[in-house]
């Protein structure tokens, strides 16, 4: 393929419908069942030819940029080295590949929704098409679990089921579209640290864990489009442990579901709490109770499903 000099990737945000954590593996991780699907609300990767070569930049506008990293620790700087080493370093013209990378942040930072994620699949989208190496999607999938379990469903997009650390994915048809409510904090929390509490609460309540499944109630809920029957099954195993690191998330899930949200969870790992709406116009009403109530510093509405990462110019 013929490779471009400036590529720009739109990628959406993910909440978790469900997010069932099994016990805690050898490796450190947990075996999950993971309903991702992915929403209306986007951050852009901007890749270009760098002035030097072998070089790899990141530099980051917009929403809490001055909380993501611009060094090496940054997971789209990691995404497009990697793919780098996949393709071998050196490319065609007989340069080392090079990268400037421009990323405009709407998705909350270490707010629940895989955000750095999301990122890194922009960064191995738009270096693919930069440096005109062809790769299909799958195989860009199996680079970015490398990166982060998350990375792969920022690819793929729409709804879908993942397992293992989640970057093992099954796509589930969705029938309509959902309305969301996503109320932001001020902070993150540490995706770390929320799965430490989690055991920790675990082994203090002496829980004998479960294998996890998938909830079939919420998977009929999709497939049927009914949005109230998904609001009641929507679950997360990590609330209790968010909750537990940021109590203050309660009154805003409790004034959510007291302005009428079919459904009300933490997403993913918080502090992001999500808001089932019934219709684009509730979710309007839910997003102005919660920002009045001040149980939040935003409040931004969103649909899906929508699709992965994509190449927008």
Not at 81 to 95: M, T, W
Not at 157 to 173: D, H, I
Not at 289 to 297: I, Y
Request: some cysteine.
């Amino acid at each position: 393929m013929t490779a471009t000099q400036r590529v720009t990737v739109r990628v959406p945000a993910k909440v978790n419908l469900q997010l069932a954590v099994g016990p805690l593996r050898d490796d450190g991780y947990h075996d999950l069942v993971n309903v991702f699907h992915a929403v209306s609300l986007f951050d852009e990767v901007t890749a270009t030819e760098p002035g030097a070569a072998g070089a790899f930049t990141v530099r980051v506008e917009g929403e809490a940029a001055s909380q993501v990293p611009a060094d090496a620790t940054n997971l789209a700087i990691r995404a497009a080295e990697a793919l780098a080493k996949h393709a071998g370093q050196i490319g065609a013209d007989g340069r080392p590949y090079a990268v400037d990378l421009l990323i405009r942040k709407a998705i909350p930072v270490a707010g629940g929704m895989a955000g750095g994620s999301a990122d890194a699949a922009a960064a191995l989208l738009a270096c693919d098409a930069l440096w005109g190496l062809g790769l299909s999607r799958e195989e860009l999938m199996e680079i970015g679990a490398g990166i982060g379990s998350d990375v792969p469903f920022a690819l793929l997009g729409g709804t879908a089921v993942g397992t293992g650390r989640g970057e093992r994915l099954t796509p589930v048809p969705a029938t309509g579209a959902f309305h969301w409510v996503f109320a932001l904090a001020d902070g993150g929390l540490s995706t770390p640290r929320v799965y430490g509490e989690c055991d920790r609460i675990r082994a203090e309540a002496g829980e004998e864990v479960a294998w996890p499944s998938a909830d079939e109630a919420l998977m009929a809920a999709l497939r049927d489009g009914d949005a109230r029957a998904l609001g009641a099954a929507l679950a997360n195993d990590l609330q209790p442990a968010a909750l537990a690191l940021r109590p203050s998330l309660a009154r805003t899930l409790d004034v959510g579901r007291d302005a009428g949200a079919l459904g009300a969870l933490v997403s993913g790992s918080g502090p992001t709490c999500a808001f089932l709406a019934a219709s684009a116009g509730h979710a309007r009403e839910l997003s102005e109770a919660l920002t009045s109530a001040g149980v939040c510093r935003a409040a931004v509405t969103a649909d899906g499903p929508v699709p992965g990462a994509e190449i927008v110019a």
